[in-house]
Structure formats: C-alpha cells, structure tokens
C-alpha cells in the first residue's frame, strides 16, 4: 500500500513536470532549455525512487521539488514586494502560483505521511509475490484511469489559468517607444495619461497608462521616465505657467535609477 501511495505521488510529480514545461514554452520570450533538460533529470530521479523505494530516495524528490518551484517562487516574491504592482496583479499571481503547484504540493504530502516515508527505510513491496486476481486488476485499471483523469484535468486547469495570467496583464505593458506611439494615437481622440505606471519588466522599463478624456477646455503636459532633477526642474517651470499636478508616480527602473512620471492640467 505505501509503494502504491508512491507511485500515485510520482504521478503528480509528472503532472507538475507538464505543467512547468507547458508554461515555459507557453510563455514570451525564449524557452530555457538548460532548464527544462536540468529539470526532467531530476524529475526521472525523483519518479524513479518513488517507484522502487530506497534509503533517503525522498531526497531527489525534495531536490526536484526545490529546483522546480524556486523560480515561481522568487518571482512571486518580488512581485508582493513591488510598491508598483496592483494588489489585484500579486493576488491573481498568487492563485496561479498554487493552481500550477498543486500537483507537486499533493504529491509532497503523500510523499511525507509516516505510512509511506517509511518505504524509504523498508523493503519495497514485491508486487510478484501472488497472482493478481482479476477483480483486483479491474480496480487497479479503474483507480488508474481515475487519477490520469484528475491529473490531466489539474495540468490543463492550471496551464490554461497560469497562461492567461502570464500573458494578460503584460498586453497594456508598453516600451517606452510603444507607450510614446500609443500617446500620440490617444492623444488624436482626444485622450490623455490620467496617471502612468512604470516598472522593471523582463529586463525592460515598461509603462502602462489610465487614459482618460482631456477635460474641455483644458490642456495638458506629460512625461515619462523622468529623473529626479528633470521632474524637479519641470514642475518648477509648469507650475510657474500655471499647471498644476494631476499626477506623479515613481519606480525604481532596472539599473536601480528612480524614474517619475508626472501629469500637469491647466483649465
């Protein structure tokens, strides 16, 4: 019984393996293929000691577990950690972060019950010592095609639910080239930058604005990715032409520079 507990929590290892590749070649920019490679060696470990358990085989499990997860983890982190991110973003990333490592976590727990951690301290279980009965292989085959079900059901779930996140809140995300082609096309009906965002994005400043109609009869400047010194020097000069700030917000860009951007109206 515990080496068929194992063998089902090598099954979820399997599932979470799909799910990580699915999303590494689902999501932008180049695959890293070190990686996947990196991680199916020690997914083969890992499922290799779940099904003939052997002293401390658990180990390779908890390494797969780690190396796997790590990266999702870290980025998880840094985003709960940016003052720029929107509370909806971390939470939306955090619901992904469990759904696409649920099957690992499960497989952790069956993994680490006392019944079956100790498989790792006994002699696995000779499966040949009697015949199979027919009914038992009938509830074999159908406890089997139980759990593929599930399993196929979680790995698609997640990856369908953890891509829609990786890729929709990137699609309002703009360079700084795109945010200024996107300026001038709003700017023409009549749209101005409310307030505009910036963040440090796969190794790229990134901008994305709440854009709303210019009050009538009013005007209005903007800039984006501004220092410290042009956005004192600009306001001074503004507000002396009688603007006044709508909106000002900051980031810290890739190179750790403080960037502003800054709104000012005049009616």
């Not at 063998?7 to 996947?36: E, N, Q, S």
């Not at 619901?95 to 099957?103: G, R």
């Not at 139980?146 to 809140?169: D, E, K, Q, S």
Request: proline share 4%; with cysteine.
């Amino acid at each position: 019984m515990q080496t068929q507990t194992l063998r089902v929590a090598a099954y979820f290892l399997i599932a979470h393996y799909l799910i990580v590749t699915g999303l590494t070649f689902l999501g932008k920019g180049t695959p890293d293929l070190f990686r996947v490679v990196i991680t199916l060696g020690l997914l083969v470990g890992a499922v290799g000691a779940l099904f003939k358990p052997r002293k401390l085989g658990w180990l390779m499990v908890v390494v797969y577990a780690w190396y796997a997860a790590n990266p999702f983890l870290l980025g998880t982190w840094v985003l709960w950690a940016s003052p720029e991110a929107q509370s909806s973003t971390k939470i939306a990333a955090s619901i992904a972060l469990a759904l696409f490592n649920l099957p690992l976590i499960v497989a952790l727990v069956l993994v680490f019950k006392p019944a079956s951690f100790a498989s790792f301290r006994s002699a696995p279980e000779d499966d040949s010592a009697q015949a199979a009965k027919p009914a038992d292989i009938g509830r074999s085959l159908t406890r089997v095609f139980g759990w593929t079900a599930a399993i196929v059901v979680v790995v698609v779930g997640a990856i369908l639910a953890v891509n829609a996140f990786r890729t929709a809140p990137d699609d309002d995300w703009l360079t700084s080239a795109e945010y200024q082609q996107e300026f001038d096309a709003r700017l023409k009906k009549g749209f101005y930058p409310h307030e505009l965002l910036g963040e440090c994005r796969s190794g790229g400043e990134k901008f994305r604005a709440d854009w709303r109609a210019i009050p009538s009869g009013a005007s209005f400047l903007a800039h984006h990715g501004m220092t410290r010194q042009d956005y004192d020097r600009r306001n001074g000069d503004y507000l002396a032409k009688g603007y006044s700030l709508g909106s000002l917000k900051h980031f810290r860009d890739c190179s750790g520079m403080e960037r502003y951007q800054a709104t000012w109206l005049k009616r």
